[in-house]
């Protein structure tokens, strides 16, 4: 029919879809809890994603407490470059390192991220303290300490209080205040330590401050003019000092890693959300079989009325439209109103804005994989409508899926679907990512269907069983309609994605906290100077005589050019950007190192005195795009040193020993200032004797900072901890869309049970024979899925932990009997839920309509 005459049709098909929906949604709630609860995952996380980034845009000038901020490593501001700052409007500096604060009878100590600022910081911002007080007060020399600031954390772990006093270096500090809030918390980027904030006099005091120190100094810029384009200021600086090897940000451009990290963590979600939302596309096809299954008179009297099979087709699109209209308007509201209730949770902690806002990009995008979901998924069984002739509909119990409908059906159904793909392509922020996301969901529908058919071609071809209630329940897997295909299809994408997440948190989670510390360093020693490292060795025999100790001298350096080509200019993929991205720590050395092999290219001579050579990590070189006889430039301590890359190693990353990214020849940094940094290995050692160790070395060498490993990786494991728990809420959603799934497709196969019941219970079946054959097929099929689940889910948890990851990977038994124990509980308690009703039906109506 043309498009014309069904234009004509449509509002007649508008009233008689109004008419008919008078009598409420009854069939509809699982379709409508489906779309609403992807569409409220995808708007929830894309706004609360958009919450943030926003506040980090606008709150620029306070995140950065400046302008602009031009960061040095191991260094401070030439004159020149201190008067070009001064000539851009006020100037505050800060420095930044970490080191070991302890307290005076050094009984006790702990890391620390200490902050030095001047008088004039912040800039923008308030500095909050209790008790609180003007910064000059709290910072003030009293006797021979100066005031400093703590975390809260830090009194915790040292066991102090306001008032007392503490040792950082060589300087003795009071303790005037806690700190509650520091304005550029979030641009300084994450911390291992707590803070210790003090005046740059007091930090200069401390003798922390050397040249080769690991050392951040912070020129931030309250422009005088603030007309002033930022990317002009940028500009003029890079090009008045080219070499100058700062770090240049700005306030529109404050916490770039923190906006990226978060727009990559929402993307998971939002691709989670969209197999929330996907998988619950095949309950809205199952919702929408059933509803025109029972409107099967309805149907045939149209058609026997004269109606068009277009019209009855336009009628029922039309109440999907709807509906699906008020599901997508539920789950809008749902993720309006996520923000709100996360920001409760994150102030404090991240940018949060300062008053409820409404984000409707992030509404609209969820809007639109609400409403293509919904019409990719219904239009196949609204085609199967249409086709059946007015007599089938009278004469048959049901509409026959076992065919395609005609091809427009077949193709709008792919359209919608390759819209909907194409806008979570369009949408992400790695689309190579979203591209594999999409691809494997594809493939996993593929592969359910394959193993529903296998599940159905086993049941045909078991032998016969003398039980009759099991025979019964291997009859209903193979049987015409059988409820085989739906429920392998709900449950087994749900499962696998819960089974990926809880493999992969595991493994990393035994990684951290089991195999890792067993392997790695007991401690990381940094900034070393040359004149200690005799004497500092000497302590370390002493107390860990059975450790194994490696000294490495530590410079650290950031990449300008590649091959002699600007590194902003350079395409580089997401994976390999880390490289360039802020300093690197560098080394040199005449032998290859410990924990890593040459992977290509030759080492140099231990006497080579020629042209400065770097060998390049293996795997962050191709990333790259270098290779052998490719040039690296990288700027330390203000000088732009040029080496030829002459070999690759492959680095072994996970251990945690000393690794670097580039490894130079001796002679490239002859006579260039510099610290040392050092582990030492010993995993007989007890929690005492690490003690002991930590407490000689801070007392010994008070500027030496120690990191005991264990502790990072507790703090890392606790990080991990609060990212799986985001990451399980949204494997939760998908769960129970598959949840919501299995009991739409369960109360789709109600109405043939009805039927299979009242025959069965008039040949003389008792209720208990049918309870217990109703619930073999629910076990079956629960564990044929759960089985699914667990092969499909380790399979991509081995993926991303051995493969992107390059950890360790193993299956977890814990993990297999708990997918099994859920497959088993939902199906077989869904099911026999659903069941329970059926079994009370009376024979007489039933067998009347046989």
């Known amino acids: 029919m043309r498009v014309g005459a069904i234009l004509r049709q449509f ?75 001064q000539g851009l409007g006020d100037v505050s500096l800060s ?77 003795k500090l009071k303790v005037t205040g806690t700190l509650l809030r520091e304005p550029d918390a979030v641009s300084e980027g994450f911390g291992f330590a707590p803070r210790l904030m003090l005046s740059e006099e ?50 529109n451009s404050a916490a770039p890693s923190l906006t990226t990290n978060i727009t990559r963590f929402s993307q998971f979600l939002t691709l989670v959300g969209l197999t929330a939302l996907i998988v619950g596309g095949v309950g809205v096809a199952n919702a929408v079989r059933a509803y025109l299954d029972s409107k099967r008179s309805v149907i045939a009297t149209f058609k026997c009325l004269g109606a068009p099979a277009s019209l009855v087709a336009l009628v029922y699109l039309t109440q999907i439209a709807l509906i699906a209209a008020v599901g997508i308007l539920l789950g809008l509201v749902a993720g309006a109103l996520m923000p709100m209730v996360a920001m409760q949770f994150l102030d404090g902690v991240l940018p949060v804005p300062a008053e409820a806002t409404l984000y409707p990009s992030a509404l609209l995008i969820a809007a639109v994989f609400g409403l293509l979901t919904a019409l990719a998924f219904a239009i ?63 493939f996993a529908f593929v592969v359910l269907r394959v193993v529903a058919m296998l599940i159905t071609a086993l049941a045909k071809r078991s032998p016969r069983v003398n039980s009759p209630s099991l025979r019964l329940a291997i009859g209903n897997i193979h049987r015409p309609g059988a409820l085989t295909s739906s429920v392998v299809l709900s449950l087994g994408l749900g499962l696998a ?35 200690e490292l005799d004497g500092f060795r000497q302590v370390l025999q002493t107390n860990m005589p ?72 293996a ?48 002679n490239t940094f002859a006579g260039a200032p510099h610290a040392w940094l050092a582990t030492v290995i010993d995993p007989s050692a007890t929690a005492e004797q690490e003690a002991a160790t930590l407490k000689a070395v801070t007392n010994a060498y008070p500027t030496v900072t120690s990191v005991r490993v264990k502790d990072a990786l507790d703090v890392v494991n606790e990080l991990v901890g609060q990212l799986a728990t985001a990451i399980r809420a949204a494997a939760a959603v998908a769960l129970i869309a598959s949840i919501l799934v299995l009991a739409g497709a369960l109360a789709a196969g109600n109405r043939a049970r009805v039927h299979d019941a009242v025959v069965l219970k008039t040949l003389g079946a008792t209720r208990a024979t049918l309870i217990r054959a109703f619930s073999y097929e629910y076990l079956m099929l629960g564990l044929a899925t759960a089985i699914f689940a667990l092969f499909a ?15 360790p990977s193993s299956f977890l038994p814990d993990v297999a009997v708990m997918t099994v124990v859920t497959a088993l509980v939902m199906t077989v308690g869904i099911g026999l839920a659903g069941t329970w009703r059926i079994l009370g039906q009376k024979a007489a109506p039933v067998l009347r309509e046989l």
């Open 11 to 85: 509002p007649l098909a508008i009233r008689l879809a109004l008419r008919e929906m008078r009598g409420g949604l009854k069939g509809f709630y699982i379709f409508l809890a489906c779309i609403a609860l992807g569409t409220a995952a995808i708007a929830g996380v894309n706004s609360v994603s958009s919450a943030i980034t926003q506040a980090i845009a606008s709150q620029g000038q306070t995140l950065l407490a400046g302008d602009v901020r031009f960061e040095f490593n191991n260094r401070f501001a030439t004159p020149e470059e201190l008067k070009h700052f």
């Open 95 to 171: 420095t930044g390192l970490r080191s070991m604060a302890r307290l005076p009878d050094g009984s006790d100590q702990t890391l620390v991220e200490a902050k030095g600022v001047d008088g004039a910081y912040p800039l923008y911002g308030t500095l909050e303290t209790l008790p609180q007080q003007p910064a000059s007060q709290l910072f003030a020399k009293q006797g021979e300490a100066f005031g400093a600031i703590v975390a809260p954390l830090l009194l915790d772990r040292l066991g102090i209080a306001v008032g007392d006093e503490i040792l950082l270096g060589t300087a």
């Open 202 to 251: 007091a930090l200069q005091a401390s003798g922390l401050v050397q040249t080769g120190s690991l050392v951040e100094n912070a020129y931030r810029v309250r422009l005088a003019d603030q007309d002033v384009a930022l990317a002009k200021v940028r500009a003029d600086a890079t090009k008045a000092f080219p070499k100058a090897g700062w770090s240049i940000r700005t306030a």
């Open 380 to 442: 196949m069984p609204l085609g199967h409508a249409r086709e059946v002739p007015a007599t089938a509909l009278f004469r048959e119990q049901g509409f026959e899926a076992g065919r395609l409908p005609s091809w427009p059906y077949v193709l709008g159904a792919a359209i919608f679907l390759a819209a909907l793909a194409g806008l979570a392509i369009f949408t992400a922020y790695d689309r190579y990512i979203a591209l594999v996301f999409l691809g494997a969901i594809a």
């Open 497 to 531: 994605l819960l089974v990926t997440l809880t493999l992969i948190d595991g493994n990393l989670r035994r990684e951290l906290t089991g195999n890792l510390p067993e392997r790695a360093p007991n401690f990381f020693f940094v900034d070393i100077q040359g004149s």
């Open 546 to 617: 059975d450790g194994k100790i490696i000294e490495v001298p530590m410079l650290r350096g950031r990449v300008m050019e590649l091959n002699g080509v600007d590194v902003a200019k350079v395409k580089v993929p997401p994976e390999g950007q880390w490289v360039l991205r802020g300093d690197r720590g560098i080394t040199y050395a005449k032998r290859t190192p410990e924990n890593s092999t040459l992977a290509e290219g030759d080492w140099w001579p231990e006497d080579y005195s020629g042209e400065p050579l770097v060998s390049f990590a």
């Open 619 to 666: 795997e962050e070189g191709r990333e790259l795009g270098l290779k052998i006889g490719d040039t690296v430039t990288v700027n330390v301590l203000g000088r732009n040193m040029t080496a030829r890359i002459a070999n690759f190693r492959n680095v072994e990353w996970e251990s945690l020993s000393i690794n670097f990214v580039m490894v130079f020849s001796p």
């Open 793 to 807: 889910g380790g399979v991509a948890a081995w993926f991303v932990v051995s493969r992107i990851m390059t950890l």
